[in-house]
């Protein structure tokens, strides 16, 4: 069993959707939770940072954890077609600095 | 800030050649970089994490010898791929740690084609 698990899709959506992108994991000990965007050739971009459970928001992107189901969520409001990328969820124990990946979801918003 | 660099964003060579990537953090310094390598349509595998003045520490399966890896200052890591092989062809992409809670930041990656 993988350490993070992801469902790689591809998921397509209509533009304006809300999008819902999650990501399960198995070790308790992680505590750092992060959720990167790639395009197509690129690096990924960190786009949202969270410690232990909890909310956290940034625009039109909101983060979940929910450590006690060991289950995390990426939420995207009113999806534009600038959103269509690969999102990969990240987690890392306390001091220690190695990333656990989950293998991406793929997201397709259509005009 | 935390920008991250790398060049070049592009390489072609042939067999049995060498090849140099830099990673560099433009706007910190960072001790500590890391080293991934991506195939298409497939998460990063980390290769070796990188710190400033010491040698590097490598995952298991990553040959030290094929991937040299230098981080000789707190805003440069280099990673050299010897005697290339059309196997050794990938997407390579660097991070640096930055900042209290230690995020790592990644670079724009490099894409080598080994010919």
């Known amino acids: 069993q993988k350490e993070v698990e992801q469902d790689p899709g591809p998921l397509s959506v209509p533009e304006g959707a809300i999008v819902s992108l999650n990501c399960t994991y198995s070790n308790s000990a992680f505590q750092y939770f992060m959720w990167y965007r790639q395009y197509s050739r690129k690096g990924p971009e960190l786009l949202m940072y969270?410690?232990?459970?909890g909310n956290k928001e940034d625009g039109r992107f909101t983060a979940q954890v929910d450590k006690s189901s060991k289950y995390i969520s990426l939420f995207i409001r009113d999806s534009q077609p600038s959103d269509s990328a690969t999102y990969l969820c990240?987690?890392?124990?306390?001091?220690?600095?190695?990333?656990?990946f989950g293998t991406g979801t793929r997201l397709t918003v259509i005009p | 800030g935390a920008v991250v660099s790398q060049h070049p964003s592009r390489v072609i060579c042939k067999s049995g050649t060498s090849v140099k990537i830099e990673c560099r953090s433009l706007d910190f310094q960072a001790t500590t970089m890391f080293w991934y390598r991506q195939f298409p349509k497939q998460s990063l595998m980390l290769m070796a994490t990188?710190?400033?003045?010491?040698?590097?520490?490598?995952e298991q399966g990553v040959e030290k010898d094929k991937f040299l890896i230098n981080h000789a200052s707190l805003t440069l890591s280099t990673l050299t791929v010897t005697s290339a092989h059309p196997e050794d062809s990938s997407f390579y992409i660097c991070?640096?740690?930055?900042?209290?809670?230690?995020?790592?930041?990644f670079g724009p990656g490099t894409r080598l084609l080994v010919l």
């Open positions: 990240a987690m890392r124990y306390v001091g220690a600095n190695n990333l656990f």
């Open positions: 990188s710190n400033e003045g010491s040698k590097a520490t490598y």
């Open positions: 991070s640096a740690l930055q900042g209290a809670e230690e995020t790592q930041y």
């Open positions: 969270t410690y232990s459970s």
